[in-house]
């Protein structure tokens, strides 16, 4: 049943059926200057050439800007406060425990490729970390060699049954990769180039790691050969024949004080201190079970306050710190962020560029940091690129163009 004529509806938006073989890729950590500084260079030749004929403009991710957020907004085409998933991480109240936001069952809504599958397209997943996997596959029936769900970090086990495609390795002619290491987003594009050519799914999603992000600048020696490995890749993608769309989870910064140290803001320490322990809680929604590259350190953080009496004065003293660019109580910053309000906190913090937000020292091991702290998490870090290989007219202006348009554009708006 290719229904390959009519409109799909998801999530209230409506996608035209590809006209040619997409491939939306998903760069995470990816700010905008790590490719504009590349092409500078000229480690970019294929983007460089193609851009002035395709399209490239600025949009904003949603916050907090982590990795399952903005991927989950991304294929659903809308804001948290309609999927759900408003962290890496979140505090289950009503059972009273701290969770991994990894499950299917915290998904509110469809994605595009569940509600294209249906219709009969071909698609496939290729995402970097295991954890994104079945979030991102939430109501596909895998089928082999016609839905494919993947992770580059477990491509050793990826079956028919399980995953659509098996032997992955001696396909993608790669040994598996580390998890924490650029060569883990390389495999997500050689697999991806591998199944387009084989497989020529109608629509392609892959989703890298920000491992090189999290340790070096734009411009920097490392940072540019990662982005010259994408630009082959991406010039091999075009050679197939298919439309490019990409954008990225959210962008990165330097969390660092005038001396290179981790500019941290202990916030569960200083509300012990002022309130005392066990009235406030707070949640890092960056945590995830990779914490080596940022120690679970970002600039967006949630509490819980136990004791209604004291909210305003926790309010008032949190937006006071130096440091603290946005504090909002729940009902305001869920509206400002587009955020789901049952699986936010009392109280939501954005901190400025430089810094991020933390419970109590105890609570973060940056033994393993070597590198000093880049992170993301806040409005700081919201600006991300929005590239494609085609040209596009009507397009939404920048500041209004969010990078869960990105499939709206690719689909509706390619001229
Ligand atoms: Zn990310």
């Known amino acids: 049943m290719v229904n390959s004529h009519s409109e799909i509806v998801v999530n209230n938006r409506s996608y035209k059926w590809p006209d040619r073989p997409l491939v939306v890729i998903c760069l995470d950590g990816s700010e905008p200057d790590y490719m504009a500084l590349a092409m500078e260079q000229g480690f970019m030749p294929y983007l460089k050439k193609t851009l002035p004929q395709g399209t490239s403009t600025i949009a904003n991710c949603v916050i907090p800007g982590f990795t399952n957020p903005n991927n989950m907004s991304i294929v659903t085409g809308t804001p948290p406060k309609v999927h759900g998933i408003c962290g890496n991480y979140f505090y289950d109240k009503e059972n009273d425990a701290e969770v991994m936001m990894n499950d299917p069952k915290f998904l509110c809504a469809d994605t595009i490729f569940a509600e294209f599958a249906k219709a009969g397209a071909k698609i496939a997943v290729v995402t970097a970390k295991d ?25 050793d086990l990826a079956t028919q049954q399980d995953n659509g495609i098996d032997r992955l390795l001696d396909f993608v002619g ?42 070096f600048a734009p411009g920097t020696p490392a940072a540019n050969q990662f982005y010259a490995m994408i630009d082959r890749y991406l010039a091999q993608l075009d050679a197939a024949g298919v439309t490019i769309a990409l954008t990225a989870d959210h962008g990165m910064n330097a969390k660092t004080d005038a001396q290179g140290n981790p500019d941290i803001i202990f916030l569960q320490t200083l509300l012990d201190n002022w309130f005392g322990e066990n009235k406030t809680r707070v949640i890092l ?63 939501l913090v954005v901190s400025t560029k430089h810094k991020v937000l933390g419970t109590s020292p105890d609570r973060h091991n940056l033994s393993a940091l070597k590198e000093p702290l880049r992170s993301h998490g806040g409005i700081s870090e919201q600006r991300v690129p929005f590239m494609l ?26 001229s």
């Open 174 to 215: 790669s040994p598996l990769p580390d998890v924490y290491s650029g060569e883990l987003s390389e495999f997500v594009f050689a697999a991806g180039i591998k199944i387009v050519d084989k497989y020529r799914p109608d629509l392609t999603y892959l989703s890298t790691s920000d491992y090189v992000q999290h340790k």
């Open 389 to 414: 290989n085609r040209s596009t007219t009507g397009l939404k202006e920048e500041g209004q163009l969010r990078n869960f348009d990105i499939f709206d554009a690719a689909l509706n708006h390619v």
């Open 285 to 347: 929604p960056i945590t995830d079970p990779y914490v080596v590259h940022h120690g679970a350190l970002g600039s967006f953080a949630t509490i819980y306050v136990e004791d209604a009496a004291i909210l305003d004065d926790v309010l008032s003293r949190i937006s006071t710190l130096e440091g603290v660019m946005v504090t909002l109580p729940r009902e305001q910053g869920c509206q400002r962020f587009g955020l789901m309000e049952s699986r936010m906190g009392d109280i």
């Open 131 to 155: 954890k994104l996997r079945l979030m991102l596959g939430s109501g596909l029936q895998v089928e082999a060699g016609k839905i494919i769900c993947i992770s580059a970090e477990k491509a």
